[in-house]
C-alpha cells in the first residue's frame, strides 16, 4: 500500500481524503505549513474516529520527503508558494493535484485565467520532476468527511504518466462510493478543473452537495 502525503491537510479537501484513506488502511501524513496545525487537524480526526496509528503529521516539507504519492490541497493563489520549495523532495513521485483555480463574484464561482493552461499544468511547470496527475476537483469535501455514507461520486483523472494514473485511480477506488475515472491527457486539465465551478454554482443553486459521474449505457 502507497504513503500518502497530503499539502495543506487542515483544509477541507484534505482532511476529507485523509478521513478517508486513514479508514481504507492508508499510513496517510498530513501536511501543513505549520507543523502545529498539522497535529491539531490529526488529532481532530482521531477525535472523529479516524484510525490514529495510520495518520501522521508534519509541516509540508516533511510530508513530501515521507510519502510515496503526494495530494496538492492548497489553494490555486498558495501553490505557486508551496510548490517550489519541494521540487526535490518529489521528484519522482506521483504528484496528485486537486487544485481548483476558482474566482467568486457576484455571479457565483468561475474558473480563473491561468497562464500555463490550469493549475495542474502550473503544477507540472513548479514540479518539473514529478509525475503530476490531476484528479478530485468536483468531489466534494462534505461528502468526503461524511465518512459514514458513500461519497457517490466519480473523481475524474488526467494526466500523461498512465501508470501514475492507475496509482492514483487505485486511490480513489479506495474510497467508499468513489470511483477513479481516467479520462485522458493532461491536456483535459482546464476542463476538469472548470467542471467544478458548474458543480460548485449547481449545488449553491440547488442547496445540495452534487457531485459527477460518468454514467456508461
Ligand atoms: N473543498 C473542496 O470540496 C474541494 C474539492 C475539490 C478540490 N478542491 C481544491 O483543493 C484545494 C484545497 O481545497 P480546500 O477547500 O481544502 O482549501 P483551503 O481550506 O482554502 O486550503 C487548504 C489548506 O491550504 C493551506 N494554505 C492556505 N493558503 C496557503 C498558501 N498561500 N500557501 C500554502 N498553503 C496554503 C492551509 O493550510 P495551512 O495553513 O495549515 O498550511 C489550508 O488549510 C483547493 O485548490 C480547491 O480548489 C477543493
Redesign the pocket.
Known sequence: METIGI??????????LAARWSRAGYEVHL????QE??RE?RDGLIEKGAPAEQLRAGN?AEVAAAADVVV????????I??LPPLADALAGKIVC??????GFDGDGPHLLEVEEGS?AHQCRALLPGARVVAG???????R?RAVDEPVGADAMLCGDDEEAMAVVAGLADAIEGLRGVIVGPLRLAPQLEGQ?AVVLAYNRRAKTEAGLRLVSS
Do not use: D, I, M, W
Open positions: 499539502l495543506g491537510a487542515t483544509g477541507p479537501l484534505g482532511r476529507g501536511g501543513s505549513r505549520k496545525r498539522a487537524a509540508n496538492v490541497a492548497v489553494p490555486y493563489e498558495g501553490q508558494h508551496a493535484t486537486a487544485v481548483v483555480p476558482l493549475a478530485f476537483h468536483a468531489v466534494s469535501s462534505k468526503l467544478t
